[in-house]
């Protein structure tokens, strides 16, 4: 294992301008890579796909390729990997595909902990369908998603259990086999976010259960795409609104109008960048992929042991969620300011952080905090060092 972070950060070229960016949970800088790859996509020549000419044959090998890396990312089938402007859209156009055939008294099973877009876009497929939506909840005190309640939540009805593998606010990582389990044993279908969790820790879909896994490049250095992976058998099946000119193939009958072809190219050069990050790995992209995201996640939980520690001797501070397996990712209020105020003040000393509820719609509610403007996210990536730890601090501590 190895790992060097002035090697890593000296590859994004945004990083140079003197700002500690601990926003990362909510988008990465880009390394050189990407911008160079979609860069070079527009400079070659870059055609619309499925032409006769070869700038249209090097956006068809762009999209293949795109495919392959994001299967490699997360474990994944290549002809599985559905590619859209967001997790967000692509979400909401897997749900409306899948409540096709649900039935009045069938019921989701949703969880808490969940980023809204993987909660509001069943909700309302559920009202539209007439079925039931059933409630995970958040034990408040330690941010955990109890594995136990699903045995009550799953029954002989249930359709669909969506569930976060990693909570953007409060880090939580649930334990997604277990869950996927006792839906898999109930029939239902399940639907893990990763876009939080696969910036932070290797990704098997197939060892988390994951009937469609959910991801977005722009959490782990590549350019705004989303993608949901499944195996091609399952969206074959599904039969999604599509105009009756757009290719009927899977996983195309899935991806509406024309696509952002070059910044494809940019999420290959983010999959080889996170691949290389411990440039002792061998072996295939996969298990370079594997072996580098594990470097990675040990160095971020190292560096966020020192955040926490720090920000827990602060008085004057709250931290929410202390989760027995999280991601890097601290959300703290600070006595007597609101979130906005302690994101501006760092802001004025050069430390991005985010304030607010951050779409984590429900854990907010539940927390009590989303109508006081929630809290502060200082989120760490692997490209964050020390000194960005210790800017964070040193604001937060200037607040007691
Ligand atoms: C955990 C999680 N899920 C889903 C999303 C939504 O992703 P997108 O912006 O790709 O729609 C986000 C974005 O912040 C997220 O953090």
Same mark, same amino acid.
């Given at each position: 294992?190895?790992?060097?972070?002035?090697?890593?950060?000296?590859?994004?070229?945004?990083?140079?301008?003197?700002?500690?960016?601990?926003?990362?949970?909510? !988008? #990465?800088?880009?390394?050189? *890579?990407? =911008?160079? @790859?979609? &860069?070079? %996509?527009?400079?070659?020549?870059?055609?619309?796909? +499925?032409?006769?000419?070869?700038?249209?044959?090097?956006?068809?090998?762009?999209?293949?390729?795109?495919?392959?890396?994001?299967?490699?990312?997360?474990?994944?089938?290549?002809?599985?990997?559905?590619?859209?402007?967001?997790?967000?859209?692509?979400?909401?156009?897997?749900?409306?595909?899948?409540?096709?055939?649900?039935?009045?008294?069938?019921?989701?099973?949703?969880?808490?902990?969940?980023?809204?877009?993987?909660?509001?876009?069943?909700?309302?497929?559920?009202?539209?369908?007439?079925?039931?939506?059933?409630?995970?909840?958040?034990?408040?005190?330690?941010?955990?998603?109890?594995?136990?309640?699903?045995?009550?939540?799953?029954?002989?009805?249930?359709?669909?259990?969506?569930?976060?593998?990693?909570?953007?606010?409060? !880090? #939580?990582?649930?334990?997604? *086999?277990? =869950?996927? @389990?006792? &839906?898999? %044993?109930?029939?239902?279908?399940?639907?893990?976010? +990763?876009?939080?969790?696969?910036?932070?820790?290797?990704?098997?879909?197939?060892?988390?259960?994951?009937?469609?896994?959910?991801?977005?490049?722009?959490?782990?250095?590549?350019?705004?795409?989303?993608?949901?992976?499944?195996?091609?058998?399952?969206?074959?099946?599904?039969?999604?609104?599509?105009?009756?000119?757009?290719?009927?193939?899977?996983?195309?009958?899935?991806?509406?109008?024309?696509?952002?072809?070059?910044?494809?190219?940019?999420?290959?050069?983010?999959?080889?960048?996170?691949?290389?990050?411990?440039?002792?790995?061998?072996?295939?992209?996969?298990?370079?992929?594997?072996?580098?995201?594990?470097?990675?996640?040990?160095?971020?939980?190292?560096?966020?042991?020192?955040?926490?520690?720090?920000?827990?001797?602060?008085?004057?501070?709250?931290?929410?969620?202390?989760?027995?397996?999280?991601?890097?990712?601290?959300?703290?209020?600070?006595?007597?300011?609101?979130?906005?105020?302690?994101?501006?003040?760092?802001?004025?000393?050069?430390?991005?952080?985010?304030?607010?509820?951050?779409?984590?719609?429900?854990?907010?509610?539940?927390?009590?905090?989303?109508?006081?403007?929630?809290?502060?996210?200082?989120?760490?990536?692997?490209?964050?060092?020390?000194?960005?730890?210790?800017?964070?601090?040193?604001?937060?501590?200037?607040?007691?």
């Amino acid at each position: 294992m190895s790992f060097d972070v002035s090697v890593v950060r000296a590859a994004y070229p945004a990083l140079a301008d003197g700002y500690a960016y601990l926003d990362g949970a909510a !988008g #990465t800088q880009v390394p050189e *890579a990407v =911008i160079e @790859a979609i &860069a070079g %996509a527009y400079r070659r020549g870059i055609g619309n796909v +499925g032409g006769a000419f070869p700038a249209s044959q090097r956006g068809d090998g762009i999209v293949a390729e795109c495919r392959a890396a994001v299967a490699d990312l997360v474990g994944g089938c290549p002809a599985g990997v559905i590619l859209g402007p967001n997790m967000t859209t692509l979400t909401y156009r897997l749900a409306s595909a899948l409540a096709k055939d649900w039935r009045a008294g069938d019921d989701v099973v949703l969880s808490r902990l969940d980023h809204d877009a993987n909660v509001r876009p069943w909700v309302q497929a559920a009202a539209r369908a007439g079925v039931t939506v059933r409630w995970a909840e958040v034990d408040v005190g330690t941010g955990e998603l109890g594995v136990e309640q699903y045995d009550v939540l799953i029954g002989p009805r249930t359709r669909l259990v969506a569930v976060t593998a990693a909570s953007n606010v409060l !880090g #939580t990582r649930p334990d997604v *086999a277990a =869950i996927t @389990a006792k &839906a898999h %044993a109930a029939g239902a279908v399940t639907y893990v976010d +990763g876009v939080h969790a696969s910036a932070h820790g290797p990704t098997d879909m197939v060892a988390l259960g994951a009937d469609f896994y959910a991801t977005s490049a722009y959490k782990w250095s590549g350019p705004h795409v989303g993608a949901v992976v499944a195996d091609p058998a399952r969206l074959a099946a599904l039969l999604p609104d599509k105009l009756a000119s757009s290719s009927d193939e899977v996983p195309h009958r899935f991806e509406t109008g024309t696509s952002p072809f070059a910044d494809f190219a940019g999420v290959v050069a983010a999959v080889d960048h996170l691949a290389g990050l411990d440039p002792t790995a061998t072996g295939t992209r996969r298990e370079r992929l594997l072996a580098s995201l594990a470097t990675a996640e040990a160095y971020e939980l190292e560096l966020f042991a020192v955040l926490l520690t720090g920000l827990a001797a602060m008085p004057h501070v709250t931290l929410y969620g202390s989760a027995a397996r999280r991601t890097a990712t601290a959300y703290f209020t600070v006595a007597g300011r609101t979130p906005r105020a302690v994101a501006t003040h760092l802001a004025a000393r050069r430390v991005n952080v985010w304030d607010g509820h951050n779409y984590a719609w429900e854990v907010t509610a539940a927390l009590g905090i989303r109508d006081a403007g929630s809290a502060v996210r200082a989120g760490l990536v692997h490209y964050n060092d020390r000194s960005d730890v210790d800017r964070l601090m040193a604001g937060v501590a200037e607040l007691g």
